[in-house]
């Protein structure tokens, strides 16, 4: 916990920098615990190599300082401010100054470009990046902001489908999800987590997805008894198909799947499906209105 002078410009962007500097070098202590469980339930070698090669990598990423993955992603920031914060300057600049010094001094790769062009900025920039997603939250009285790192091997397979709710869309979903991992196979980078949001409109219900991925301890149950047995049956769903880390078999191609919804029209449901590879990057922070910083 460190005071400082207030809730200003400064303080964002140099927390926009720190956040992404712990995310892409230092995996959460809940994933890399999530790992070393998988790979004692591992029984052949090559299923356990995977899981080795990918501890080793992060031993090696935290004792050189140095990103754990060369995708270093797109820059995606989740603000949730809370009753009484407020700024009188430009917040998603301060972000956007914290990505390109973060670009130039971790480094970052320089992974954004326009989508027609390709013109690329040079500095992780540009056409709505760094994307920021923000929430009010009267129940809090701080603004957290939470850096994700996000890599496009797993985020090609986001997948979003139509459930008529004449249908049972708990079983929809074990179906959808299935689909989408026997299609995928390792390409996403396995183990893996999975993200669902069920309900909303199609853009909250890919938000809901991308909070759910987002949550921590990652496999903390959803506070809905229903829901959480629906996270537990897919889980085990998911790792009965065998397809094991890295597409190469073994139990565990999923390390957690976790489910945000949404309120849904009478008719149709959305269920949207999204992938965060064993690189599963994430930072927080919570700035308090009387200057002071949590960083988890």
Not at 18 to 36: H, N
Not at 48 to 57: G, M, S
Not at 182 to 203: H, K, Q, Y
Request: with cysteine; net charge negative; hydrophobic share 40%.
């Amino acid at each position: 916990m460190v005071l400082l002078n207030g809730l200003n410009e400064g303080l964002i962007s140099e927390l926009a920098f720190s956040l992404l500097r712990k995310a892409v070098i230092q995996l959460p202590e809940d994933v890399k615990k999530a790992l070393r469980d998988a790979l004692a339930q591992e029984t052949t070698n090559i299923a356990c190599k995977q899981i080795e090669t990918i501890l080793t990598n992060l031993e090696i990423a935290e004792d050189k300082q140095i990103p754990l993955c060369q995708d270093t992603g797109l820059p995606v920031f989740l603000v949730k401010i809370g009753k009484g914060i407020t700024s009188d300057f430009d917040f998603p600049g301060a972000i956007t100054r914290g990505v390109i010094r973060a670009s130039e001094e971790i480094p970052l790769r320089l992974n954004t470009i326009h989508p027609l062009t390709k013109k690329n900025t040079d500095n992780n920039t540009g056409w709505g990046v760094p994307i920021i997603h923000y929430e009010l939250d009267a129940g809090c009285d701080y603004l957290e902001i939470t850096a994700i790192p996000k890599g496009f091997g797993s985020e090609m397979r986001t997948s979003q489908c139509w459930v008529p709710t004449s249908q049972d869309i708990a079983e929809a979903a074990m179906k959808a999800v299935l689909d989408v991992v026997e299609d995928a196979m390792g390409e996403p980078c396995p183990p893996l987590l999975i993200g669902l949001g069920i309900g909303g409109t199609g853009e909250s219900s890919m938000l809901a997805a991308r909070r759910a991925l987002a949550r921590q301890p990652f496999a903390a149950p959803h506070q809905e008894k229903y829901i959480a047995e629906l996270e537990t049956r897919l889980l085990e769903a998911v790792n009965r198909i065998g397809l094991g880390p890295m597409g190469y078999g073994g139990k565990n191609y999923a390390l957690g799947v976790n489910i945000e919804i949404r309120g849904s029209h009478t008719a149709i449901v959305p269920i949207s499906i999204m992938f965060q590879c064993w690189a599963a990057r994430h930072a927080t922070a919570r700035v308090y209105q009387d200057g002071k910083v949590e960083m988890e």
